[in-house]
């Protein structure tokens, strides 16, 4: 079918050989592991855990980690990441993605900061699906203001002591450990550390919440009673945490574009089979003028944004850190989003309303695109300062 998922992505110059045969392993997993099961899942509110080390042993939770650790990264680049986006947007349920990748945003920081100790100690078990990990960064009176967190550790001896609470955890139900934005110094940035929490310490609680989308990945908030944390978990330098986070929002934030890029094919794929054999009026959807406009503007835009989502990846692979572009391109790709979710649930009608299809789960999750790892608004005016305004 010209318009389906794989017609609906340009020729791309950066995709070779390694790409497609990677495509091609995972498709396969997808297809027999993950895609039969979404439409349970979701409506469950959760991912069995067994289903987690199905996806480590075949390696998909390690992919483009250390070998060091259970992971692979050998040849391993930027655009190997969009293709996991892409193959995993196929199901059509982002909380099944959402659950089974949150150690994405989760593992980073502890690789890139923490110590030998915590390294060997965190990722092999995260890295099988044998445990979970969680960033915990949002309070309830501090979102994308990082700065203004309240959750304070006070050391005392070897020990931190951690009051405060987080809001809006993804994997804060399930999660083993967190990957926590805490104060440890005064006010602003320069006050923020990164600890690591682990699920059964004292005083340590959490309660679920429930939300419009993501259904099959849970969300919590945690609470933090004298939590007492061993000095060794902190991760990086005391004081220091906020440049790390920061570093971390920069790769969630093009992960996520790649997701909500692939997540608009979905939805033109589905429009686009529904308007062909769907006949109203005397001939088929797709041959009324107003149709074939909204399904030619839903390719215009995804492939607008597949390009920009390419170029920035690309600045990335080379070692820039082009924060403007990497916010702008987050709103172009949840933009998108929004538009083909809208204009497939259109063409799809009342069919398209209806649960247990890949566009209805899509349009419910539209909004935790548009907001999570960094909101339009935040995102316009972060790159609004970075140009110089």
Same mark, same amino acid.
């Given at each position: 079918?010209?318009l ?21 392993a995972?498709?396969?997993? *997808?297809?027999?592991e ?19 080390? !199905?996806? %480590? ?14 992971g692979?990264?050998? =040849? ?5 990441g969009?293709v996991?986006?892409?193959e ?7 909380? *099944? ?12 920081p ?8 915590? #390294?060997a ?13 969680? @960033?915990?960064? +949002?309070?309830?009176?501090? %979102?994308?203001?990082?700065?203004s ?5 006070? #050391? ?10 987080? +809001?809006?955890?993804? %994997? ?8 926590? /934005? ?28 429930? !939300? ?5 990945s ?20 005391e004081?220091?945490g ?11 934030r ?7 890029? /692939?997540l ?7 429009a ?6 769907r ?12 149709i074939?406009? #909204?399904?030619a ?8 944004? +597949? ?11 080379? =070692?820039?850190?082009?924060?403007a572009?990497?916010?702008? @391109?987050?709103?172009?790709? +949840? ?10 649930m ?26 999570? %790892? ?16």
């Open positions: 079918m010209p389906g998922f794989d017609a609906l992505r340009p020729p791309s110059p950066f995709l070779g050989d390694t790409h497609r045969q990677w495509r091609d995972l498709r396969k997993f *997808v297809e027999r993950l895609m039969p099961f979404a439409t349970a899942w979701d409506e469950a509110g959760a991912v069995p855990r067994d289903v987690f080390l !199905k996806a %480590g042993a075949f390696g998909l939770l390690g992919a483009g980690y250390p070998e060091a650790y259970g692979w990264r050998e =040849g391993y680049d930027r655009f190997h969009i996991t986006s892409e995993l947007a196929r199901i059509g349920a982002g909380g *099944v993605t959402a659950a089974l990748m949150v150690h994405g945003i989760g593992l980073p502890i690789l890139a900061r923490g110590s030998d100790e915590m #390294k100690r965190i990722a092999p078990a995260v890295l099988k699906g044998e445990k979970q990990i969680s @960033l915990a960064i +949002t309070e309830p009176d501090a %979102g994308s203001d990082v700065a967190i309240t959750t304070r550790a006070e #050391k005392r001896g070897d020990v931190y002591v951690v009051n405060g609470a987080k +809001t809006y955890i993804t %994997g804060g139900m399930t999660s083993h450990f967190f990957t926590t /934005a805490v104060r440890t110094g005064g006010d602003g940035a320069g006050g923020v550390s990164l600890l690591l929490i682990e699920a059964e310490a004292k005083g340590f609680t959490r309660t679920p919440l429930k !939300k419009q989308g993501w259904w099959a849970d969300t919590a908030s945690l609470f933090f009673d004298d939590v007492e944390v061993p000095a060794a978990n902190l991760i990086g330098a004081d220091q906020f440049a790390g986070i920061m570093a971390n929002f920069n790769g969630e093009l992960g996520m574009a790649s997701g909500a890029t /692939a608009s094919r979905v939805c033109i794929e589905e686009a089979a529904w308007a062909q054999q006949k109203t009026f005397g001939k088929r959807l797709a041959d009324h003028q107003v074939r406009h #909204k399904i503007q839903m390719v215009q835009r995804v492939n607008a944004t +597949t390009a920009y989502l390419e170029h920035c990846a690309w600045r990335v692979q080379n =070692g820039e850190t082009p924060v572009d990497l916010c702008l @391109l987050k709103v172009q790709a +949840t933009e998108t989003l929004e538009f083909c979710a809208r204009e497939a259109q063409i799809l009608g009342g069919g398209g309303y209806m649960r247990g299809g890949r566009v209805e789960r899509i349009y419910r999750e539209v909004r935790v695109n548009a907001i999570g %790892g960094g909101s339009e608004e935040i995102m316009r005016d972060l790159a609004a300062r970075q140009l110089g305004l």
